[in-house]
């Protein structure tokens, strides 16, 4: 079975650009959450979506933004880039829309370069 | 607010010796308890978790790790490393009943077992 599927896997982007960067869950999952992880960092959550609806979100300007599409895909999108949203972007899905019963199954990621 | 303290960033070993990765989280509630596993090149998949009972969990490739409650700790163990073992570990908590997938993780441990 596939994985989580991630796109674009590297991209660089100037100052002040904007990106979205797109997730295909495992099928039959129905959860899909995005995660920011800065070199030397663990990861840290931006969003959780279960079923179309937002779920959760981390402590991120209103510059990153998400949607999660009926077949249950997902997009992140950052508005004008800083040099500080340089990171690797994971995307998680889960079958489950609550972690009491589930674990998060993680994609290789997007790495974002802002120059 | 909630965090995560991964006391070791590099840790070197010999092959068959033991490990002991500490984590320690800072929370007041219940919580659920997970180890993450990144090897070279791989994405981040999930070595084992805790989310009640038994204290001491076991997850794949040999590992364990107990929770101790008084401690607000959560070690992984390993009786005799392998080569095969060198990676990045994440221990990450995430709030009992908080209905989103939002994980707070450490830092990460680097572990590099010689051959």
């Known amino acids: 079975d596939a994985g989580v599927t991630q796109s674009p896997t590297h991209l660089i982007k100037t100052r002040g650009q904007q990106v979205t960067l797109r997730c295909s869950p495992i099928s039959g999952h129905k959860s899909v959450s995005w995660y920011q992880q800065v070199l030397g960092q663990g990861p840290q959550f931006i969003f959780q979506y279960y079923e179309k609806e937002e779920r959760g979100r981390g402590n991120f300007p209103d510059r990153f933004s998400a949607r999660q599409f009926p077949n249950y895909s997902s997009e992140l999108n950052v508005n004008a880039l800083l040099l500080g949203d340089s990171a690797l972007y994971l995307c998680a899905s889960s079958p489950t829309g609550t972690s009491n019963t589930g674990e998060l199954f993680f994609g290789e990621g997007s790495r974002l370069t802002v120059l | ?115």
């Open chain 2, 1 to 115: 607010a909630q965090s995560v303290s991964q006391h070791n960033h590099h840790v070197i070993l010999s092959e068959a010796a033991s490990l002991e990765l500490g984590c320690n989280y800072s929370y007041g509630g219940t919580v659920n308890l997970f180890w993450y596993v990144q090897y070279p090149g791989q994405h981040l998949q999930l070595l084992l978790k805790y989310f009640s009972g038994d204290p001491l969990v076991k997850g794949i490739k040999g590992f364990e790790a107990e929770f101790i409650k008084s401690k607000f700790s959560f070690n992984l163990r390993k009786p005799s490393v392998q080569w095969s073992d060198t990676a990045e570990y994440f221990c990450a908590v995430n709030a009992h009943g908080s209905g989103t997938y939002k994980y707070i993780f450490g830092t990460g441990t680097r572990l590099k077992v010689l051959a």
